[in-house]
């Protein structure tokens, strides 16, 4: 047998040997036939250091079904991963749990060859999948609660709209207990390894790493959703789902699920720690001043601060630390009686992502005539944000307006450490 079977007992030594030969299997009849983009940096506006992976899995019975496929360009490698394991022809159903294009770019390659097989997807992801290729495959729609029997094995399907596109869903292996949920519970992180506790012993990686970029894919993607993935994550424990493997569609493939399902309680819930993040842009320093000297009050009472500056920072990293952080001031200089753009851009798509239970304030600088700071507020209050305080300081910071700027940092340490 190759790959890794959970519950085997395996030691760590043969998964390393196991996950590096050709035939990836989760457990016995289901394998991985993904794809690895190692040089990818950029998800859209996301930045990915190191990399992503396309999972598609394969799932041999009676019946073969595929689910999912890999982002157009990556369909030969694809091809060949499952051609390894059985002839593509004999394909009997690809599953479309997603009609974002890195899941269903290959999926007019897959048709091709299967010429047989029926799309399953939801009515949504019909309409999407129409939509994109014009292709009137053989369709069949399913919703929640719906099954397909493969042989021994059966696919149930649970529709999980707006998790993160209205077509989501997830495809759950009823007998081996594995949760097919593509984007829900993924990372971008490419690596030789499938399993997130092979990581651990990796040279230069700790287990930790895996939990960061899903705190960063969660952030990036799927914040907005905090909501509908309580409430579905409620559905299928009143469902009696047992899960035992989550093998999402990015990263590595959970083999303890119980930590990352917390992980999504917590942060669904928007639970923060005792955390300050000051985020600004600046154009003769004096903003940065303001910054620097807020961040000291907040830091001189015991709480934990962060400082970004927005053009030396990535984006997609300071939306990780703002999910777990309890506190945001914003600082803008004013540039044409108006926010600094940088901050008009971050506060653009942090507004998108919909931060919960936060606390914010604001500042800024100007030489003449004001209006960056008040141009943030009516920003954060298009998202429903209500600044606590706001600090607006003419020319260069002076001896009062730094007392403020400090006292601003202590009084929003008081109101973090109250809670
Ligand atoms: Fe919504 Fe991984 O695509």
Known sequence: MTGYVLYAGSAKTCLKKCEHMAKIELTSGVYWVGAIDWNLRDFHGYTTPRGATYNAYLIVDEKIALVDTVKHGFAGEMIKRIKEIIDPEKIDYVVSNHVEMDHSGSLADIMGIATKAEMICTEKGKEGLLRHFGRNWNFRTVKTGDELKLGKKTLFFITASMLHWPDNMFTYLKEDKILLSNDGFGQHLASSFRFDESLCSLVGYECDTVMDEAAKYYANILMPFGGIILKKIE?????????????????????????????????????????????????????????????????????????????????????????????????????????????????????????????????????????????????????????????????????QDLSRCYALGQKIASMVKAG
């Open 235 to 399: 559905e299928v424990q009143k469902m009696g789902i047992e899960i035992k493997m989550i093998a999402p569609s990015h990263g590595m493939i959970w083999t303890d699920p119980g930590k990352i399902i917390e992980a999504y309680l917590k942060w669904g819930k928007g639970e923060t720690k005792q955390k300050i993040l000051v985020i600004y842009d600046t154009m003769w320093n004096s903003t940065e001043i303001m910054a620097n000297e807020i961040l000291r009050g907040a830091a001189d009472s015991g709480i934990e601060v962060a400082l970004f500056h927005l053009r030396k920072n990535d984006w997609s990293e300071i939306v990780k630390e703002i999910l777990e952080s309890k506190a945001i001031l914003i600082g803008t200089p004013t540039l044409n009686n108006g926010m600094f753009p940088t901050v008009g851009g971050f506060l653009t798509y942090l507004m998108g992502l919909r931060p919960k239970n936060k606390l914010w304030a604001t500042f800024g600088s100007y030489g003449w005539a004001g209006g960056a700071v008040r141009a943030v507020n009516e920003k954060l209050k298009t998202g429903g944000y209500e600044p606590v305080e706001s600090i607006e300081v003419i020319f260069r910071p002076d001896g």
